[in-house]
T-cell receptor
Framework: GEDVEQSLFLSVREGDSSVINCTYT??????LYWYKQEPGAGLQLLTY?????DMKQDQRLTVLLNKKDKHLSLRIADTQTGDSAIYFC????????????FGGGTRLMVKP | EAGVVQSPRYKIIEKKQPVAFWCNPI?????LYWYRQNLGQGPELLIR????????DSQLPKDRFSAERLKGVDSTLKIQPAELGDSAVYLC???????????FGAGSRLTVL
């Protein structure tokens, strides 16, 4: 079945860039997503990319997709303490009702 | 727009007791999902509805879990009887059919003692 893997933890200093990585196994993925989850809260969609794209930029966020290697990354520029949260990578397939398959999440800690 | 509304936000019960969670999706969203998120893990799909029809419930433990979406709008997820391992956050999400973005509710956190 589908599998999405992420590293568990990332620590950066305020003002630095953060790069969160994700690998997936399903070559039929249609969309790939990044969600943010703060303590006690639901999942907030940050951005998503269609599988035929290789890059998407949205303000401080840059998503890079290497479809050949099935590797997705999220770069956060000028990381702030408010960016501290758990970040989930997810993939979906249109022929599976756009059901999301999530990675285990990467906890980002931003030190002042 | 109210977003996806879930209740209760928190529930503590003893094992073998029943529990129910309620979800009100965004108005007009035909597709509704229930996910379970165990501590320290990503969410996993339990069931997906297209209107009132459950089209994917392969991951729902049917011996103790049940769900319904009678009028194709609100949905309830029930566990009876609850077990210790059911402690988790139960997330509801919805989307308009054909759209590629799901909107999640804040979740219902269940603790089974």
């Amino acid at each position: 079945g589908e599998d999405v893997e992420q590293s568990l933890f990332l620590s950066v200093r305020e003002g630095d860039s953060s790069v969160i990585n994700c690998t997936y196994t399903d070559s039929s993925s249609t969309y790939l997503y990044w969600y943010k989850q703060e303590p006690g809260a639901g999942l907030q969609l940050l951005t998503y990319i269609f599988s035929n794209m290789d890059m998407k930029q949205d303000q401080r966020l840059t998503v890079l997709l290497n479809k050949k290697d099935k590797h997705l990354s999220l770069r956060i520029a000028d990381t702030q303490t408010g960016d501290s949260a758990i970040y989930f990578c997810a993939e979906s397939r249109m022929d599976a009702g756009n059901m999301l398959t999530f990675g285990g999440g990467t906890r980002l800690m931003v030190k002042p | 727009e109210a977003g996806v509304v879930q209740s209760p936000r928190y529930k503590i019960i003893e094992k073998k007791q029943p529990v129910a969670f309620w979800c009100n999706p965004i108005s007009g969203h035909n597709t509704l999902y229930w996910y379970r998120q165990n501590l320290g893990q990503g969410p996993e799909l339990l069931i997906r509805y297209e209107n009132e029809e459950a089209v994917d419930d392969s991951q729902l433990p049917k011996d103790r879990f049940s769900a319904e979406r009678l009028k194709g709008v609100d949905s309830t997820l029930k566990i009876q009887p609850a077990e210790l391992g059911d402690s988790a956050v139960y997330l509801c999400a919805s989307r308009i059919s054909g759209a590629n973005v799901l909107t999640f509710g804040a979740g219902s956190r269940l603790t089974v003692l």
